[in-house]
T-cell receptor
Framework: AQSVTQLDSQVPVFEEAPVELRCNYS??????LFWYVQYPNQGLQLLLK??????LVKGINGFEAEFNKSQTSFHLRKPSVHISDTAEYFC??????????????FGTGTRLTIIP | SAVISQKPSRDICQRGTSLTIQCQVD?????MFWYRQQPGQSLTLIAT?????????ESGFVIDKFPISRPNLTFSTLTVSNMSPEDSSIYLC???????????FGSGTRLTVV
């Protein structure tokens, strides 16, 4: 089974400042990793995903994440945030296809609040 | 990626009644998932629904409470039965599009039970 830990439940950041949202995972098998964003009263939108290859993954809206296998982490970063980035961010993991049982396990989420 | 239409977007229901949520996908997909997001919480998987087979439920969820239908590769329904206020949540369907491994989500159904 897989599990995901998002260490920060809330992160306040000033506009145009950088931000890092932390995500650690646990799994006995190879995994795929995802970051989703949920704006108020909306569904989930995929920001980026790591399947294989380069450990630095670039996503939409200027976000990027780095997969670190030794530290079992997949932290999300953005060099300069905007008011429109205010949302809930979820890290998620699924087993890679070789191990079947494809389903997402989510972390508890991090609420990013941008301060003008 | 797939486009999902989920209905209704929200509803207010009386306790003891049932609500059926529909999920329509614009392309054929093998795997569909139903999630629950309780207020202020993360997403919890209710069940996996594959066409042509019985849904697979996660621990803590049972078919009598959350019956699921999957009649074809583009459509699924989740019923929340005999509702209580504790069932007030957002319910989301999700599909897995093979190849790029993109899990796509519907916009959710916000359910309030009074």
């Amino acid at each position: 089974a897989q599990s995901v830990t998002q260490l920060d439940s809330q992160v306040p950041v000033f506009e145009e400042a950088p931000v890092e949202l932390r995500c650690n995972y646990s799994s006995s098998v190879s995994v795929y990793l995802f970051w989703y964003v949920q704006y108020p009263n909306q569904g989930l939108q995929l920001l980026l995903k790591y399947l294989s290859g380069s450990t630095l993954v670039k996503g939409i809206n200027g976000f990027e994440a780095e997969f670190n296998k030794s530290q079992t982490s997949f932290h999300l970063r953005k060099p300069s945030v905007h008011i429109s980035d205010t949302a809930e961010y979820f890290c998620a993991v699924s087993p890679s296809p070789n191990f079947g049982n494809e389903k997402l396990t989510f972390g508890t989420g991090t609420r990013l609040t941008i301060i003008p | 990626s797939a486009v999902i239409s989920q209905k209704p977007s929200r509803d207010i229901c009386q306790r003891g009644t049932s609500l059926t949520i529909q999920c329509q996908v614009d392309s054929q997909v093998t795997m569909m998932f139903w999630y629950r997001q309780q207020p202020g919480q993360s997403l919890t998987l209710i069940a996996t629904a594959n066409q042509g087979s019985e849904a697979t439920y996660e621990s803590g969820f049972v078919i009598d409470k959350f019956p699921i239908s999957r009649p074809n590769l583009t459509f699924s329904t989740l019923t929340v039965s005999n509702m209580s206020p504790e069932d007030s949540s957002i319910y989301l369907c999700s599909v897995l599009v093979g190849g790029d491994y993109g899990y796509t989500f519907g916009s959710g159904t916000r359910l309030t039970v009074v």
